[in-house]
């Protein structure tokens, strides 16, 4: 059973950086066949994916347009983790940031397993 | 990018009941891949049907889905009191983004 450990502040100043680690138990990173994504969640723009990291023999991202310019995600094979850096926060920002693993083959954007939520606020 | 409308917002029901929501696309999903969430408060959602119509691992017979193209629905034979929370499509096409509906909430009547 995979299991993903989410830490990370809660707290963010504007224009700061936003920085949130999600821990992978029950598979790998580097599974050559699964993705690890980002999503969040807000009332204003609801459920948002916005991007993820996997590996086909390399490495790989896909970013959502909304975010391209500011996100970061970046895989950590030897913690069996992968991290969520978005740059130049705004309160437009604020949201429950949730990791979650896609699913293998044609249910790679299937999101089967879910991190437990770490709710941002961006705010002096 | 595919928008998702999810309808009704808001459905007040008792235990038992049948429930069928609805999730109109934008456009053709491909393959129709077309998945569903249900959410509590305070959780994370969880995936309950892909492609469509399958369910997930040890998601109770009880949720089933169809639909093809640009029309989809998500039926509750009969709901326990477990079900009442907030319901999510989300299309699953080859390549991103991968975008959601804004949600149904089933409430107890």
């Known amino acids: 059973q995979v299991q993903l450990q989410q830490s990370g502040p809660g707290l963010v100043k504007p224009s700061q950086t936003l920085s949130l680690t999600c821990a992978i138990s029950g598979d790998s990173v580097s599974s050559n066949g699964a993705a690890w994504n980002w999503i969040r969640q807000s009332p204003s723009r609801g459920l948002e994916w916005l991007g993820r990291?996997?590996?086909?023999?390399?490495?790989?991202?896909d970013y959502a347009v909304s975010v391209k310019s500011r996100i970061i995600i970046n895989p950590d094979t030897s913690k069996n983790q992968f991290a969520l850096q978005l740059n130049s926060v705004t309160p437009e920002d604020t949201a429950v940031y949730y990791c979650?693993?896609?699913?293998?083959?044609?249910?790679?954007?299937?999101?089967?397993?879910w991190g437990q939520g770490t709710p941002v606020t961006v705010s002096s | 990018e595919i928008v998702l409308t999810q309808s009704p917002g808001t459905l007040s029901l008792s235990p038992g009941e049948r429930v069928t929501l609805s999730c109109r696309a934008s456009?053709?999903?491909?393959?129709?891949?077309l998945a569903w969430y249900q959410q509590k408060p305070g959780q994370a959602p969880r995936l309950l049907i892909y492609?469509?119509?399958s369910r997930a691992t040890g998601i109770p017979d009880r949720f089933s889905g169809s639909g093809f193209g640009t029309d989809f629905t998500l039926t509750i034979s009969r709901l326990e009191p477990e079900d009442f929370a907030v319901y999510f499509c989300?299309?699953?096409?080859?390549?991103?983004?991968?975008?959601f509906g804004q949600g149904t909430k089933v409430e107890i009547k």
């Open positions: 989300q299309q699953h096409g080859p390549a991103p983004p991968w975008t």
């Open positions: 990291t996997y590996y086909r023999s390399k490495w790989y991202n």
């Open positions: 979650a693993k896609g699913g293998r083959g044609p249910m790679v954007s299937v999101f089967d397993f």
């Open positions: 456009q053709s999903v491909t393959s129709n891949y």
């Open positions: 492609g469509a119509s």
